[in-house]
């Protein structure tokens, strides 16, 4: 009767061994599983932010590209209209 016992309990012993074994297989594969699906997002998340940063600064240098070029284009027109009418007021008189 001894034997069997001894048997069972080594038994047990793999069975329980068993399962702790898969617990831990699995608990770590879930582990891994959510890491790997925080950093995509993170990732993911750091790209877009980047992607709009580089996005509004372009469009803020095309916006000031254009502001500062009508300007200097509207003060070289009006310099030239000045000394239009300087050219004919002196012609004139």
Request: no cysteine; charged share 5%.
């Amino acid at each position: 009767m001894a034997l069997p016992q001894r048997n069972n309990e080594v038994d047990v012993r793999v069975v329980t061994a068993a399962r702790t074994v898969v617990v831990v297989v699995v608990v770590v594969v879930v582990v891994v599983v959510v890491v790997v699906v925080v950093v995509v997002v993170v990732v993911v998340v750091i790209t877009a932010f980047l992607v709009v940063v580089v996005v509004v600064v372009v469009v803020v240098v095309v916006v000031v590209v254009v502001v500062v070029t009508a300007f200097v284009l509207v003060t070289a027109l009006v310099v030239v209209v000045v000394i239009v009418v300087a050219v004919v007021v002196v012609v004139v008189a």
